[in-house]
């Protein structure tokens, strides 16, 4: 293939620029914030595990209070039911039936009371500590939220470097011979790199020193000839300083 000495140079722009590229989007997917959220998401659902496993025993707490709460109502709908009829009963009968009965339902009422006071205190400990986690779930949220925008800063201005220098790489290719692009991306595609610089016998492709018999075939080929890196094969460009 032929290609101008000038055209073959520009490939080591084209290059620089899809290599940058290669860079920016390395550095989208190795963002620290990104690595210290993945760092914290065991964290985040270990909190929200604790919340849910409190929040349920908290509903099952309340839950059990309303019913003693009920019971304890209907007991004393009971005793004033028992109250009113000994208030309105003339047979000593009666009266001692309705008085042993609201004996037992004052015991009844006692037991219940205590109990009531029991969950009372259960529910208040689980209110403390569902606050607690909340507390520790509202601290960890912020951090995470102060990440993720963090995170999102850093992606959208890497991505209006990104988008400016795809602009640049566009206007690169699009001056040069299609078939010295279509070369130069097939070469990528291959091998990693497109076009490497020929330094003082060193392929900058591959950061070796090329043969002697090597250098030797570069040195016959005409200055619009491309070459090919023996070791990256990359298209090796020549320059004043090629050590040709």
Do not use: F
């Amino acid at each position: 293939m032929k290609a101008s000495p000038t055209d073959q140079n520009e490939l080591l722009r084209l290059q620089a620029a899809d290599t940058r590229l290669g860079q920016l989007d390395h550095a989208v997917r190795t963002l620290p914030q990104a690595a210290e959220l993945a760092a914290l998401q065991p964290q985040v659902e270990a909190l929200r595990a604790r919340w849910i496993a409190a929040t349920g025993e908290l509903e099952d707490a309340r839950a059990e209070l309303g019913r003693v709460e009920s019971d304890v109502a209907l007991v004393e709908a009971r005793m004033k039911r028992d109250n009113d009829r000994v208030q309105q009963t003339a047979s000593m009968k009666d009266v001692q039936a309705l008085e042993a009965e609201l004996a037992s339902l004052a015991k009844r009422r006692d037991d219940l009371e205590e109990i009531e006071l029991t969950v009372m205190e259960r529910v208040e400990g689980l209110e403390s500590a569902l606050a607690a986690v909340e507390a520790e779930r509202t601290e960890l949220d912020a951090k995470v939220g102060a990440l993720e925008s963090a995170r999102e800063e850093e992606v959208a201005k890497i991505a209006a470097q990104r988008e400016s220098l795809a602009r640049d790489r566009a206007t690169i290719a699009g001056a040069l011979p299609t078939d010295l692009v279509e070369l130069y991306e097939r070469q990528r595609s291959r091998y990693g790199l497109g076009a490497a610089k020929l330094q003082y016998g060193v392929s900058l492709g591959s950061n070796v020193k090329l043969t002697e018999s090597d250098l030797a075939e570069i040195r016959r080929a005409a200055p619009d000839d491309v070459v090919l890196c023996p070791d990256s094969s990359a298209i090796l460009v020549r320059g004043e300083d090629s050590g040709l």
